[in-house]
DNA sequence: GTCTATACGCGGATAGAC
DNA sequence: GTCTATCCGCGTATAGAC
């Protein structure tokens, strides 16, 4: 049996003192020092485990990925109705959001501006706009909107404009920051009463 | 008289070059070296001409942000329609984007990435969301809107979220752009004339 | 104002012991 | 698996000449 306050290993805590790092700071601004340093690991043990930077920031994004596409389908579980499903979406965001360090944006659309072309971790960044295109395409075509695709893009568009309003937050403090995600999920919603059969 | 092709100077050269490097790979990921080398000029000019990496990069993003404004002060004035004048946003970044080198999404949400709390080019950033926010707010009233600061907020987020998906694009090209400034007015339409004047 | 040459620190990565 | 100690390069910044 184990004990349930042991100390998780290494590997574990580098995951998670990257992931707050990363995300907090930015990825090229925070060195592997300081994850190092917040892990309590040394340099040998990190590289003995991670190739390097680069791998480490890929697993980040793996995990953000794997978080974020957990919490959706946990919403989706709950939900019946197909346009409540369609907009699930803006629910399931405020739950990721819900728990401790995600008050920034979207870490994957940060990443997307730091990281180069060729980068391991861009396969997540690509992965979190399929997931998000793909499914939000299925779901509109579960509620017989006329154009899948449509709706899709449209509501990728509210999404987006939700997350960036909280990036904004961050450098505008003195801006009330009001409820994104209610406002896109409202508008999504409206949205889909008044295109939603005809196309 | 000065003759047309003239080199311009090192500032100017400056400039030019960390505006494409600093927008194209990011102010992180871009070495005070690659400016340099693209600029044609050496390190002892460019810190006569500039207190060090971080005023390059604050000069940089208060440049973009005075053509950006000049760009819609510009839009701005060849429309009187007050609906117009308040979807004139999304035309004016149509135009701004229509300029070589801004292919990808908003420069001053990609530094709100990059950029700590207290580095100088901080200022840009809020200035960027205060112009779009405070224009927003006096459009949508010149409008007659019941609630110009709801309106504002509306626009910004639909604005945010054509920028990410531009910002999108370079990650995952496989996936159509389509014309999220289009879609992102189209819904601002929509939306000015079914809660124009209700509130 | 502009150059060449150089100093200096930091961040990423490794060697070798335990 | 994990540590301490160290290497190395690159990126920022400066010195000093023209």
Redesign the interface.
């Known amino acids: 049996m184990t004990t349930a306050s042991a100390t998780p290993p290494a590997p574990e805590r580098l995951l998670a003192a990257a992931g707050e790092l990363f995300y907090e700071?930015?990825i090229?601004?925070t060195g592997v020092d300081a994850v190092l340093a917040r892990a309590g690991v040394s340099p040998a043990t990190m590289y003995a485990h991670f190739a390097g930077k680069d791998a480490l920031v890929a697993a980040y994004l793996e995990r953000r990925h794997e978080t974020w596409r957990r919490t959706w389908d946990d919403v989706l579980a709950e939900r019946d109705d197909p346009v409540d499903r369609l907009l699930s979406l803006f629910d399931a965001v405020a739950r990721y959001r819900s728990r401790a360090g995600n008050r920034?944006?979207?870490a994957?659309?940060?990443a997307?501006?730091?990281l180069?072309?060729d980068h391991p971790g861009?396969r997540w960044?690509?992965a979190d706009?399929?997931l998000l295109?793909d499914r939000l395409r299925d779901l509109a075509a579960d509620a017989g909107l006329a154009d899948p695709e449509d709706a899709a893009?449209?509501l990728?568009?509210?999404?987006?404009?939700?997350?960036?309003?909280f990036?904004?937050a961050?450098?505008?403090p003195?801006?009330p920051v009001?409820d994104?995600l209610g406002?896109?999920r409202d508008?999504a919603a409206?949205?889909v009463g008044?295109h939603g059969r005809t196309g």
């Open positions: 700071s930015g090229a601004a920034r944006g979207c994957f659309l940060a997307g501006t730091e180069p072309a861009q960044l690509e706009t399929r295109v893009a449209t990728l568009l509210l999404y987006d404009g939700a997350m960036n309003r990036a904004r961050a450098t505008t003195s801006l009001g994104p406002r896109a508008l409206e949205w008044t």
